[in-house]
């Protein structure tokens, strides 16, 4: 079954870093980017970036530009989020999901979710 | 960036109701459009891709129209599993961005 696990919630201080593990089970990982996107308490969907699990190519939204790296493993099908310079802002749930083409409308679209990794951002 | 903006924001309803919910994209995007539901504390789901093409499983209630920048998610004969938060999403461009959310609440 195609899925993706995320690794355990996280509690980190103020300018400390956090790293968010993706694993993806099955043959997705060799068929689809993995996109990140994350949702503060209260709040809505917010896009992080993409990265090819290809080439391991990555663009970013200009909201955590210099603060975040995306990675991957392609012997252990991983996908992983580098977070530093933490602020409470950054307080949120952090999804990993398949950036799939659908090849009939030449669009993407995220398609299976993970189930979310909760980062808190305290001192 | 392509700014995705929805309405209502939030909106209630009862079982049974037809509801319709729209995205209004800040340039044109054709029809690379996304919605999204997404039930309290889960990841969302997706539901309509490509502005009108059902997601395999989604029951027929759900449609979705438009391009452009105007687009429409319609739910009609609301069911009681349908109460949650709708978001809209573009892949127009590679820098990917949602709606704000569209929470429909039981009336």
């Known amino acids: 079954q195609a899925q993706l696990v995320q690794s355990g919630p996280e509690v980190q201080k103020p300018g400390a870093s956090v790293k968010v593990s993706c694993k993806a089970s099955?043959?997705?990982?060799?068929?689809?980017?993995i996109s990140w996107v994350r949702q503060a308490p209260g709040q809505g969907l917010e896009w992080l970036g993409w990265i090819s699990t290809y080439n391991g190519n990555a663009n970013y939204a200009q909201l955590l530009q210099g603060r975040v790296t995306m990675t991957i493993d392609t012997s252990t099908t991983t996908a992983y989020l580098d977070l530093w310079s933490l602020k409470s802002d950054d307080t949120a749930v952090y999804y990993c999901?398949?950036?799939?083409?659908?090849?009939?409308?030449?669009?993407?679209?995220?398609?299976?979710w993970g189930q979310g990794t909760l980062v808190i951002v305290s001192s | 960036d392509i700014q995705m903006t929805q309405s209502p924001s939030s909106l209630s309803a009862s079982v049974g109701d037809r509801v319709t919910i729209t995205c209004r994209a800040s340039?044109?995007?054709?029809?690379?459009l996304n919605w999204y539901q997404q039930k309290s504390g889960m990841a969302p789901k997706l539901l309509i891709y490509?502005?009108?093409i059902l997601q395999s499983g989604v029951p027929s209630r759900f449609s979705g129209s438009g391009s452009g920048t105007d687009f429409t998610l319609t739910i009609n004969s609301l069911q009681p599993e349908d109460f949650a938060t709708y978001y809209c999403?573009?892949?127009?461009?590679?820098?990917?961005?949602f709606g704000q959310g569209t929470k429909l609440e039981i009336k």
């Open positions: 999403q573009q892949s127009y461009i590679s820098l990917r961005t």
């Open positions: 490509s502005a009108s």
């Open positions: 099955g043959d997705i990982f060799s068929k689809y980017g």
């Open positions: 999901v398949t950036d799939r083409l659908y090849s009939t409308s030449k669009l993407h679209a995220f398609d299976i």
């Open positions: 340039r044109d995007i054709s029809t690379y």
